[in-house]
């Protein structure tokens, strides 16, 4: 599985090519399906680009992309879109529509009760792990994690990150048995999509996690993203 990552938190300073409305998050995840995403993770915004847990602002980001894509399409609850951990649960709780899936990042303030909440809605869990934070220990004493759609490894080391990558990885064990999804970031980006690859697992790419291509030019799209992340990955040698 390649996911698209279609935005994250960037926002208008980032550049043209980074979708921020719900039209131009649809059109995008059009585009990006078509070049060989099979799943897509996004970052809803309020009209100011920020990222918000709204159900407004939900629905209208899910509603957009859904017109256009037949694949799964998750959204973030990452606690920079609203720190308290008790508002963020209201507002999940709150959802009119609902995604396929959405990231729970373990080491944030209440991931454990925002996971429960969503699994009680029957959306699917992404468990995101990061690099360098206590996310692996947490999860692994979570009653929760058998019961997590996958688990979403982020490495944040830019320098090293094969290196993180493998270590994370080591940390991480069976995973209780659930599918690993890895991705690295910026200046990792690459080098751990292409470790994904030479491993079998689960990968993903976009802007969110990086804005330029292997060799530093900067993308135009998230099409071109997934299109190059594909030749990295070596889909097409898997597939031959």
């Known amino acids: 599985m390649v996911q698209v990552c279609l935005n994250g938190p960037r926002g208008a300073a980032d550049g043209v090519a980074v979708p921020l409305t719900p039209e131009s998050m649809a059109q995008a995840a059009a585009e990006a399906v078509a070049a060989g995403a099979t799943d897509i993770h996004v970052h809803p915004k309020t009209p100011c680009g920020q990222d918000s847990l709204s159900p407004r602002v939900v629905a209208a980001t899910l509603d957009a992309i859904r017109a256009r894509v037949p694949v799964p399409v998750g959204v973030t609850t990452g606690a920079w879109a609203d720190p308290d951990p008790e ?18 990042n373990w080491h944030e303030p209440g991931a454990e009760s925002l996971a429960a909440a969503l699994i009680d809605l029957g959306v699917g869990v992404e468990a995101g792990i990061w690099s360098g934070t206590n996310g692996v220990a947490r999860f692994a004493v979570s ?27 080591t940390e ?13 970031e910026d200046a990792g980006a690459w080098p751990v999509l292409r470790l994904a690859g030479r491993l079998g697992l689960a990968t993903r790419i976009g802007l969110e996690d990086t804005l330029f291509l292997p060799d530093g030019r900067r993308a135009v799209s998230n099409a071109q993203l997934v299109a190059e992340g594909l030749v990295q990955y070596g889909w097409a040698h898997r597939s031959s």
């Open 143 to 169: 009653a929760l994690a058998p019961k997590v759609l996958r688990v979403l490894a982020e490495v944040t080391d830019t320098e090293a990150a094969e290196a993180s990558a493998r270590a994370l990885l």
């Open 87 to 104: 508002d963020r649960l209201a507002r999940i709780r709150s959802w009119t529509v609902l995604p396929d899936h959405a990231s729970v």
């Open 172 to 184: 991480l064990g069976p995973a209780h048995g659930r599918p690993v999804l890895l991705h690295g």
